[in-house]
């Protein structure tokens, strides 16, 4: 068995608990998204609480797609917590080019050093510095264009980057890997990028290797999406689909199924 499909194997038994700021679009995709995968999501944003539960939960994730000045606070408060606990955290820095605010706020996180940052092309370059402004939350960029700017960012935190696109690009700033597994329909399915964050602070949850959980989290994600894709008929099916095959997927077909190519 793989070191992939053993991690599979390994959240599940383990069911880490994870604690998402996320945005309101997302919160029940990801829920139903991570139940299906075998972890145990928990939707806690308040600031009352925030760093409190980060230091009790297995791992984090903050998405900044809809942000208030009550929401940046116990964000910035749980990633604190989170990165003084030693706790692994995700952060998405979602349309960080639109605005100002949104900008500051990511950077404000960034400096807390996450596991992982997750992003779509666009996103990551903005978030480098390279580029100052970006158009909402689509990719304008391909994957090809970011990878300077994931080196960037993953030297400046000694973290994880992950560049999701149609193949996704993973570096910890030495080691780098190519993921291409996925779907066309995947981006037509509100909340499927958000949800990912989930999958992936799952699986940094019981590993020891953040760059070998990241990679495994989006080949297990992007296969889930090619079994889900053989049945649907669009968008509808396909998010009903994707859900039976993310709770249905074994250690073995992660095995014989996972397009990871290493550089």
Same mark, same amino acid.
């Given at each position: 068995?793989?070191?992939?499909?053993?991690?599979?194997?390994?959240?599940?038994?383990?069911?880490?608990?994870?604690?998402?700021?996320?945005?309101?679009?997302?919160?029940?995709?990801?829920?139903?998204?991570?139940?299906?995968?075998?972890?145990?999501?928990?939707?806690?944003?308040?600031?009352?609480?925030?760093?409190?539960?980060?230091?009790?939960?297995?791992?984090?994730?903050?998405?900044?797609?809809?942000?208030?000045?009550?929401?940046? /606070? +116990?964000?910035? *408060? =749980?990633?604190? &917590?989170?990165?003084?606990?030693?706790? $692994?955290? %995700?952060?998405?820095?979602?349309?960080?080019?639109?605005?100002?605010?949104?900008?500051?706020?990511?950077?404000?996180?960034?400096?807390?050093?996450?596991?992982?940052?997750?992003?779509?092309?666009?996103?990551?370059?903005?978030?480098?510095?390279?580029?100052?402004?970006?158009?909402?939350?689509?990719?304008?960029?391909?994957?090809?264009?970011?990878?300077?700017?994931?080196?960037?960012?993953?030297?400046?935190?000694?973290?994880?980057?992950?560049?999701?696109?149609?193949?996704?690009?993973?570096? /910890? +700033?030495?080691? *780098? =890997?190519?993921? &291409?597994?996925?779907?066309?329909?995947? $981006?037509? %399915?509100?909340?499927?990028?958000?949800?990912?964050?989930?999958?992936?602070?799952?699986?940094?949850?019981?590993?020891?290797?953040?760059?070998?959980?990241?990679?495994?989290?989006?080949?297990?994600?992007?296969?889930?999406?090619?079994?889900?894709?053989?049945?649907?008929?669009?968008?509808?099916?396909?998010?009903?689909?994707?859900?039976?095959?993310?709770?249905?997927?074994?250690?073995?077909?992660?095995?014989?199924?996972?397009?990871?190519?290493?550089?």
């Amino acid at each position: 068995m793989s070191d992939h499909a053993g991690r599979l194997d390994a959240m599940r038994i383990a069911a880490p608990l994870v604690q998402n700021i996320t945005n309101y679009v997302a919160m029940n995709v990801m829920a139903n998204v991570m139940l299906a995968a075998g972890a145990s999501p928990a939707m806690v944003h308040a600031r009352e609480e925030v760093a409190e539960f980060a230091t009790i939960a297995s791992a984090l994730t903050i998405n900044i797609g809809t942000l208030t000045p009550a929401w940046v /606070d +116990g964000m910035v *408060e =749980a990633a604190k &917590a989170a990165s003084e606990a030693g706790t $692994p955290w %995700v952060l998405d820095p979602v349309a960080v080019g639109a605005t100002s605010y949104r900008y500051k706020t990511a950077q404000r996180l960034l400096a807390f050093n996450p596991t992982v940052t997750r992003g779509n092309a666009s996103e990551i370059i903005v978030l480098s510095g390279a580029a100052k402004t970006g158009k909402g939350v689509g990719a304008t960029d391909d994957v090809d264009r970011a990878l300077l700017a994931a080196r960037s960012i993953a030297q400046r935190t000694g973290g994880i980057v992950a560049v999701t696109g149609a193949e996704d690009f993973v570096t /910890d +700033g030495t080691r *780098e =890997a190519w993921v &291409a597994n996925g779907h066309p329909i995947m $981006p037509a %399915v509100t909340a499927l990028g958000c949800a990912l964050n989930g999958i992936v602070a799952a699986f940094l949850a019981t590993g020891d290797d953040a760059f070998e959980a990241t990679i495994t989290a989006l080949a297990y994600y992007g296969l889930a999406g090619e079994q889900a894709g053989e049945t649907a008929q669009g968008p509808g099916s396909f998010a009903v689909a994707f859900l039976d095959a993310l709770a249905g997927m074994d250690a073995d077909r992660l095995q014989a199924g996972a397009k990871i190519r290493r550089v």
